[in-house]
């Protein structure tokens, strides 16, 4: 039995609470949570605290609170060189307090706390300071994950660079297409299967490999088209002339 | 028995066959094809046709050819005063032959010949010159499709522009993703299951709603960061900076 303990009551500590709830190899010894109602899962209420000093021994403590409060959080435990590992994508680990050994048990995700998610399948990034710790933390992922990856600070610094790319940039061109759609009196639900799909096609091909329309094939006439199309909207005939110019460059390069 | 008979080999072509060919209540007649062996479907060979003379009677010719092709193939065909529509997502129903009535039979989706696509998932998007034609094509798109529209020329037109938005933008920001994290030695990997969520997550929520992240939050600590990380690369770096500005443009708005 491995025995964890969480500090935290947000999305993440709940997915997570969750997901090590269902382990039969975790024992969850101690969620803390500065509001004790903020934990609405079925654990037993004596291990919910909200003072650091009760928190009692455990092989692993994940903070997972906002990102400004990790550095405070982690100067306030009242103990020292235990393991002691944070849940950001942006913070580097040594932002944790050097009185305890440090770690990242990061799961890359958007997580939402009415939408269940498959664990199993959520990329779970992991550093430490030293090989034991790393050891430990990888039996910990691979019991609630199948996805497992060692990232160093320094690469989750670009890996969440590229997540802001295909996540909040995407998810911004869904919201220019539903406003196009909504504009023209278009149900949005129209494009949705288009959305599944070309998300899907990253399971199969290379996304270089999988790009098609109008940039692509190098169509300067619907180019044209949709650029005047666009005109009363600034700012969408700008990403749109910045994408497509961006598509016909790898053209090139191919 | 609705009578249909299809002129196009393609990818198109070869998915509506398909489902045609499923369906109880239609009889595909023939299917044309300038060179009969790019039909690799399991239909008997006195129906692939390389000549428009052969053309049989049928309730509905659909002509499913590259963009260009589309009014040259109208023009030929051997007869005058039937149903002939385009499968084309860009083309105005107008440029089919006038020897014809036109109607517009558009599927919104990206195909691949080697991809299996469940058709009933996918958007048809109907036009025709009179009713009673357009309620031909309903029964017809409604036998392989649960999501059927009528869609005018003037608002496919929009459409389409909104699908390149969020089908091939989409794509080049997987391809931005695939390339930082193929430049700092992480598995793109990891950032599949977010690429399938943050898609997911539009069957659920509002995009503007779904919006998180940096630009979101208004975090200018981590947006600079960021651009700074970006330095080298002056195309991701200016697509990083418009669309984080419309994101913060958006958040004024709320």
Chains 1, 2 share one sequence.
Do not use: W
């Amino acid at each position: 039995m491995i025995k964890i303990s969480l500090i935290g009551s947000g999305n993440v500590a709940h997915h997570l609470i969750h997901a090590f709830e269902s382990s039969s190899e975790v024992e969850l010894v101690q969620v803390f949570a500065r509001h004790k109602e903020s934990i609405q899962l079925n654990i037993s209420e004596e291990k919910i605290i909200s003072d650091y000093k009760q928190l009692k021994q455990a092989d692993l403590y994940i903070i997972s609170v906002s990102d400004d409060a990790i550095f405070e959080v982690a100067e306030q435990l009242p103990f020292s060189d235990r393991l002691v590992v944070h849940t950001s994508g942006t913070k580097p680990m040594h932002i944790l307090s050097d009185n305890n050994r440090k770690g990242v048990f990061y799961p890359l995700q958007t997580f939402s706390k009415n939408k269940t998610v498959n664990f199993k399948q959520i990329p779970i990034c992991l550093e430490s300071e030293n090989p034991e710790d790393l050891k430990l933390l990888h039996q910990v992922a691979n019991l609630i994950s199948d996805k497992v990856f060692e990232i160093d600070s320094e690469k989750r610094k670009a890996l969440h660079v590229a997540a802001v790319f295909v996540s909040n940039f995407v998810n911004h061109l869904y919201h220019i297409g539903e406003e196009i759609c909504r504009e023209n009196t278009i149900p949005f639900e129209v494009l949705k299967p288009l959305i599944m799909e070309v998300a899907d096609k990253v399971n199969y091909l290379n996304p270089k490999e999988a790009q098609t329309g109008p940039a692509k094939r190098g169509d300067m006439q619907t180019i044209n088209a949709h650029l005047k199309f666009l005109k009363d909207n600034p700012n969408q005939q700008e990403i749109y002339q910045l994408l497509t110019q961006a598509i016909l460059n790898q053209n090139e390069k191919l």
